[in-house]
């Protein structure tokens, strides 16, 4: 990514001067011409999955660099797309708008990614099949969606852990008497986050995060290799470290709160302030594979979104007013029977 | 009905205890309470049509109401 000439050399087949791409079936470089298979281990693959100390109270001492490569900007979305060796798309992976080329992106050095391992073709089937199962979704969204192709792409991702020692206040109901009373609490409790998954790009939702990253595996983390981008687009990392601990504030804070409540296993918990001393604060800078099918539906512009290392699936879907007017009503019915039913038993 | 399918693919399909599975199932009560105030309607006027006395089968509905209501109460504390 750093280096076009460099990113060339290796993605050209030492057999027959073909072109290389990454083949996630194979989990090497396959020549396009002659398919030789190029393994892209190293003996220091297992460094991949180091992390790095971040102190909030000293200068980072990772910063942006410009490089040179063959990056897409997308006038519709404003994402930046990297490519090595064949250029597949001339549309934006993100929305599918039109993209403008550059020579150059200024953006942080990634230290580690994980290959795709889900090739491209189970990907489509995964998209197609959760569009299929989807609940009151209009008719002709199969037919829209099974136009659109996937296309494969390395998202920026942070992964950061962190300890927080938290000291919380909160207000709960009890019962008492056939009265609600309200009482105050406190209490101080140890979380512990581990390799907490945020999106470096305004274009991976937290929502989708969710969906389709269950299980990371550091160990499946890779030293950075243009040959492992071959056939991808990537996006560059442009987040400072306190850029990407601001993003997962919100989440982070979600979280807290939620544990706060557990901490608490008491019913009606309200008002809760808590402070956190953090510490402890480690991060890695990664690149994860999606495979992202996008699709238009009534103007709408919408992504489904594929896991490269699992095939779990996740996405936007439009919904067919009529068919949720009709399943209200077939709900509404049922509850409307039940309960002239009870009424006319002269039941409780 | 749409956050009710929302839930369901929430518990579904995200992973648990993730931000984005605690910001979709936050409000299902919503389809709890509209499902108990159309059953409790409906018993009303069940009541009444069988016995065509409303105001007797309001008066029989004050107890059933107040189940509901801390029913109600129980499921908006755990939401």
Excluded at chain 1, 64 to 91: I, K, M, N, W, Y
Excluded at chain 1, 185 to 198: E, N, P
Excluded at chain 1, 263 to 292: A, E, F, M, N, Q
Excluded at chain 1, 294 to 312: E, F, I, L, S, W
Aim: aromatic share 10%.
């Amino acid at each position: 990514m750093d280096d076009i000439s460099a990113a060339q050399s290796e993605l050209q087949c030492s057999n027959c001067a073909g072109q290389c791409i990454y083949d996630p079936a194979q989990q090497a470089l396959v020549c396009t011409s002659c398919a030789t298979r190029y393994g892209l281990e190293t003996e220091h693959d297992d460094r991949a999955a180091q992390e790095f100390d971040f102190d909030p109270d000293t200068p980072e001492d990772d910063s942006p660099v410009l490089a040179e490569t063959r990056v897409h900007h997308c006038e519709t979305c404003g994402g930046d797309v990297v490519f090595v060796g064949q250029t597949l798309s001339e549309r934006c992976a993100y929305c599918d708008g039109p993209v403008v080329l550059a020579t150059s992106d200024t953006g942080y050095q990634t230290k580690a990614l994980i290959p795709f391992r889900v090739p491209e073709h189970d990907a489509q089937v995964a998209a197609l099949d959760w569009v299929a199962k989807r609940w009151a979704a209009p008719s002709d969204l199969n037919a829209v969606v099974a136009k659109a192709r996937v296309a494969g792409l390395y998202v920026p991702f942070w992964t950061f852990d962190s300890e927080e020692a938290v000291n919380y206040w909160a207000k709960y109901k009890i019962r008492r008497n056939k009265r609600t009373v309200v009482r105050k609490t406190s209490g101080a409790l140890r979380i512990t986050f581990d390799d907490l998954l945020v999106p470096a790009s305004p274009h991976i939702t937290p929502l989708i995060r969710d969906g389709i990253l269950h299980d990371f595996e550091p160990r499946r983390l890779r030293p950075y290799r243009p040959g492992y981008l071959a056939g991808f687009g990537a996006e560059r990392h442009h987040q400072s470290v306190a850029e990407g601990l601001a993003a997962n504030a919100e989440d982070k804070d979600l979280l807290i709160r939620n544990r706060i409540k557990g901490h608490l296993g008491k019913s009606g918990v309200h008002d809760v302030r808590y402070i956190t001393d953090t510490s402890g604060v480690r991060y890695r800078r990664i690149l994860l594979p999606v495979w992202i099918l996008h699709y238009q539906y009534k103007g709408a512009a919408m992504k489904v979104v594929v896991c490269g290392m699992q095939g779990r699936t996740y996405g936007e879907r439009p919904f067919s007013w009529a068919k949720l007017t009709g399943y209200a009503a077939v709900l509404s019915g049922l509850t409307i029977a039940f309960g002239l039913a009870w009424g006319a038993g002269g039941l409780l | 009905m749409r956050k009710l399918i929302t839930v369901y693919e929430a518990k579904h399909e995200l992973k648990h205890g993730s931000a984005g599975w605690l910001r979709s199932i936050r409000g299902w009560s919503m389809v709890a309470f509209w499902l108990m105030t159309t059953w409790f309607a409906a018993t009303i006027i069940g009541d009444w049509a069988v016995n065509g006395d409303l105001g007797a089968a309001i008066d029989r509905g004050w107890l059933r109401l107040r189940i509901l209501l801390e029913i109600a109460m129980a499921i908006m504390e755990s939401d």
